[in-house]
């Protein structure tokens, strides 16, 4: 699914990552922890082709991102959810529409998708609010609104930088939960988290590897944290 060898990303002497070798592979779970500013966003990104290795290489789903062009990147990230620490949304549209989005980008009708469209929103919970406006929702409603959307469009490969960075313990556990069952589907997942009490939560739901990210370098952390 994703294979690095001996990838790097940064530019002098010192690169925000370097020598990084992983393997991906389908149906996965695995956390990514670090102080803060170790290079787990950077990484995330080099997982969705955001960004482009300055050394080696990062293959995504078969293919290397750096011989990708604009529009080989865009139908590859159409195979990866990404929930990005800082939910953004279209503060004019209500959240259903806001989740819609990626298939209208993706050129989908979406009256072809409303069953899908509104068991989703059942799934993460937000019947009572898919006519809300994003200002008017909570930081929880924020973040299942967020990965409702970053699944809409049933991807592979799921992303999520700090997922529970913004909100309380229940409402961590609630997403921990969703994020457990997408991938008792098949799906993989990636959770960059610095909450080391979310990663021993997750022991009894799925097998996580754990990995982490310090001075640049990626390390196995092992699952008994």
């Known amino acids: 699914m994703i294979d690095m060898q001996d990838a790097a990303y940064g530019y002098g002497a010192e690169p925000i990552l370097s020598e990084i070798t992983l393997r991906l592979s389908p149906g996965s779970f695995h956390f990514l922890t670090g102080p803060s500013g170790s290079g787990k966003t950077t990484f995330l990104?080099?997982?969705?082709?955001?960004?482009?290795?300055t050394q080696g290489s990062v293959t995504i789903f078969g293919q290397d991102t750096a011989t990708l062009n604009r529009d080989s990147i865009a139908r590859t990230r159409q195979r990866i959810g990404v929930v990005h620490q800082d939910c953004e949304?279209?503060?004019?549209?209500?959240?259903?529409?806001?989740?819609?989005?990626?298939?209208?980008?993706?050129?989908?009708?979406?009256?072809a998708n409303?069953?899908?469209?509104?068991?989703?929103?059942?799934?993460?919970?937000?019947?009572?609010?898919?006519?809300?406006r994003p200002p008017e929702l909570s930081g929880g409603e924020r973040q299942r609104a967020a990965l409702a959307r970053a699944i809409i469009m049933d991807p592979?490969?799921?992303?999520a930088d700090e997922p529970t960075g913004n909100v309380d313990w229940e409402m961590s556990l609630?997403?921990?939960?969703?994020?457990?069952?997408?991938?008792?589907?098949?799906?993989?997942?990636?959770?960059?988290?610095?909450?080391?009490a979310l990663i021993r939560a997750a022991k009894a739901q799925v097998q996580a590897r754990v990995l982490r990210i310090a001075d640049g370098k990626l390390s196995a952390a092992g699952a008994n944290l």
């Open 45 to 53: 990104k080099l997982c969705y082709g955001e960004l482009t290795a």
């Open 89 to 111: 949304f279209l503060d004019h549209l209500p959240i259903v529409e806001n989740i819609a989005l990626p298939l209208s980008v993706a050129g989908r009708e979406r009256g």
């Open 114 to 132: 409303d069953d899908n469209l509104r068991e989703l929103i059942a799934w993460v919970g937000l019947n009572a609010r898919a006519a809300a």
């Open 156 to 159: 592979d490969l799921i992303l």
């Open 174 to 196: 609630r997403l921990l939960q969703l994020l457990c069952e997408l991938n008792r589907l098949g799906k993989t997942i990636v959770i960059a988290t610095h909450d080391l």
